[in-house]
């Protein structure tokens, strides 16, 4: 129980579909974050949100949507995905940006892009 | 500019062994240093956690001492065990400026 929920864990779709992941909250966080995490390569930080407003963006294709709706959920949209978009997507929460006390990650959607 | 060096891996031990990974830092302002632990097939769990210079940050028997002398966090354990297998992650948080880096992970392997 980490108190970041991920879903779904797994994800399979093809090039011209549509997805959504979805990351949820209860710990009166108030930032929250996607990052990628492709093998062999260094943690990928997407979005940041902070009190529902992206501060972030770290020139991610248009393919990836992120919407915040309130400070508690956080959704990935993906659209017209290539195969190298397959990876594990970690969404994490902290008191606020740049927190002394550390992230807390969801468990990740393992998405694979066919 | 703020960053995070750690050793790369694998690293594989026997069980019981002494395990080190290397962690230094560049920061500008009071950084707070983390070491995160990524078992396969998982999210990144915080381990432990040290928030200013001399602290000793300590969990699960890992433990990791903020030096400011030498900016290193390096990870430690007296006697590592097959679970213990996973990517360790270090990073640091500069409030000031609100920022977290993490480092490319280590990956340890533990063998019977």
């Known amino acids: 129980e980490t108190g970041v929920t991920q879903t779904p864990r797994h994800l399979v779709m093809g090039m011209t579909n549509k997805k959504s992941l979805k990351c949820e909250q209860h710990?009166?966080?108030?930032?929250m974050y996607w990052y990628k995490q492709s093998a062999k390569k260094p943690l990928e930080l997407m979005f940041v949100y902070n009190f529902k407003e992206q501060t972030e963006n770290n020139s991610v294709p248009s393919r990836f949507s992120p919407e915040c709706p309130n400070s508690s959920h956080l959704f990935l949209h993906l659209h017209t995905l290539q195969p190298e978009d397959s990876a594990l997507y970690l969404c994490a929460s902290s008191q606020d940006t740049g927190d002394l006390y550390g992230y807390t990650f969801g468990s990740g959607t393992r998405l694979t892009v066919v | 500019g703020d960053s995070v060096t750690q050793m790369e891996g694998p690293v594989t031990l026997s069980e019981e062994a002494f395990l080190t990974i290397n962690c230094t830092y560049t920061?500008?302002?009071?950084?707070?240093l983390f070491w995160y632990v990524q078992y396969p097939g998982e999210g990144l769990q915080l381990l432990l956690k040290a928030t200013k210079a001399d602290d000793k940050g300590s969990n699960k028997g890992f433990e990791a001492t903020y030096r400011k002398e030498t900016t290193s966090f390096h990870l430690e354990k007296g006697s590592v065990q097959v679970s213990d297998s996973a990517v360790y992650f270090c990073?640091?948080?500069?409030?000031?400026?609100?920022?977290?880096?993490f480092g490319s992970g280590t990956k340890l392997n533990v063998k019977p």
């Open positions: 990073a640091l948080s500069v409030y000031n400026f609100n920022k977290f880096y």
């Open positions: 710990l009166g966080h108030n930032a």
């Open positions: 920061a500008t302002g009071y950084p707070s």
